[in-house]
């Protein structure tokens, strides 16, 4: 069946950078674009941004402009989130999710499935 | 970024009881391609989100016919015909005729 599998949780220092990883099975892993988003403890999601597996190519949220990167290995059907000048208010759960949904003239409105089991990042001095 | 504002924020139902969650959006979401692009996710404790209904009204695959969506442009509403106990969890609305946005959530419990 089609899965995201993501690594595990991390402790960093604050300034520092983290990667998440998110190994995809079950599905053709270049034919579907991968997003990323995250939950602040008690709190809603926030999208970060996603990214085409097939291209390499990108779009962030806003928020995240600078901060994070994302990047892909087609030859183990990974992607990766890589957040940099890790803040106090960066510790959440950050998830990976496959894009479904509806395209048209090259512009894609996604939902989401499935999702990665999610990852913890805290941020501790 | 478009605001997505759900309410009630949580709810307290008995089995066998409908439940109502609205979901509003500061800008509408029915796009020129004749689509609207509203979704719904339940987030079961210490679970990711999964996929309830996209579209407004098309349940994703397995999801219960109990489970039903409507709405247009700015108003939609998520509508459970009888809660089980299975049905506890977060509910969030999400956008995305733009970049991705979600509501608060609303919070499901059984009485």
């Known amino acids: 069946q089609v899965r995201l599998v993501q690594s595990g949780a991390e402790v960093k220092r604050p300034g520092a950078s983290v990667k998440v990883s998110c190994k995809a099975s079950?599905?053709?892993?270049?034919?579907?674009?991968i997003h990323w988003l995250r939950q602040a403890p008690g709190q809603g999601l926030e999208w970060m941004g996603r990214?085409?597996?097939?291209?390499?190519?990108?779009k962030y949220a806003e928020n995240f402009q600078g901060r994070v990167t994302l990047t892909r290995d087609t030859s183990i059907n990974t992607a990766y989130m890589e957040l940099s000048g890790l803040r106090s208010d960066d510790r959440a759960v950050y998830y990976c999710?496959?894009?479904?949904?509806?395209?048209?003239?090259?512009?894609?409105?996604?939902?989401?499935?499935?999702w990665g089991q999610g990852t913890l990042v805290t941020i501790s001095s | 970024d478009i605001v997505m504002t759900q309410t009630p924020l949580s709810l307290s139902v008995t089995p066998g009881q409908p439940a109502s969650i609205s979901c509003k959006s500061s800008?509408?979401?029915?796009?020129?391609?004749?689509?609207?692009?509203l979704n719904w996710y339940l987030q079961r404790p210490g679970q990711p989100p999964q996929l309830l209904i996209y579209?407004?009204?098309n349940r994703f695959s397995g999801v219960p016919d109990r489970f039903g969506g409507s709405g247009s442009g700015t108003d939609f509403t998520l509508k459970i015909s009888r809660v089980e106990a299975e049905d506890v969890g977060v509910y969030y609305c999400?956008?995305?005729?733009?970049?991705?946005?979600f509501g608060q959530g609303t919070r499901l419990e059984i009485k």
């Open positions: 999710a496959r894009e479904d949904g509806y395209c048209r003239g090259g512009t894609c409105y996604p939902w989401f499935d499935p």
């Open positions: 990214i085409s597996p097939n291209s390499g190519g990108t």
């Open positions: 079950g599905y053709t892993f270049t034919g579907y674009y």
């Open positions: 800008e509408s979401l029915l796009h020129n391609n004749g689509r609207t692009h």
């Open positions: 579209e407004i009204s």
């Open positions: 999400m956008q995305s005729i733009q970049s991705p946005t």
